[in-house]
């Protein structure tokens, strides 16, 4: 293994690790609020679909705190100068990444029959979450914070190198 190789799997497992610790913090954030409105003003005993809602709720605050996390820190290197830009961007990821996550939790809560708080955890943040987060890291690192965005949006005069999905040494 040549050491450009062993350089972009070291900048790749540190992304991945990063981008962990950041979905971590955003976990945190999506399973509390998600179970603190599911079990007060949008338990499914006062409103027929208060685990989506609730999961809708926690899940866009999760993605606000894991946008500052990954643009600050996992991608601070590869993000671009067009902040609205990469934000929609981001947001447009995310929101996709949250319907997996939805869609896990009305399969197993509508469809399946498993209502209990263990079934509606495990189906979105669990399976739903593990499916997403696959889903945004992959879309996050080739499309919202993609390397050759980094040198068109600073506006640089010089072509950006080839993208061969694999950041520093070449």
Known sequence: ??????????????????FGAVGAVGFLV??????LLRATVLSPEEVHTGPLIAKAISTVLAIF????GNRYWTFADRR??????????????????MVIG?????LSHYVLGYTSVLADNISSNVIGLALGAAFRFVAYRLWV??????????????????????????
């Open 1 to 18: 293994m040549t050491s450009t190789t062993t350089g972009g799997w070291r900048v790749l497992l540190s992304q991945l690790a990063r």
């Open 30 to 35: 999506d399973v509390g609020v998600f179970n």
């Open 65 to 68: 705190v894991n946008w500052m």
């Open 80 to 97: 671009s100068s067009s902040t609205v830009r990469e934000g929609v961007e981001f947001f447009v990821v995310s929101i996709i990444g």
């Open 102 to 106: 939805i869609a896990c939790l009305w």
């Open 145 to 170: 914070f993609a390397p050759h965005r980094t040198a068109t949006a600073a506006g640089a005069l010089l072509p950006a190198a080839p993208d061969d999905g694999l950041v520093g040494e070449r």
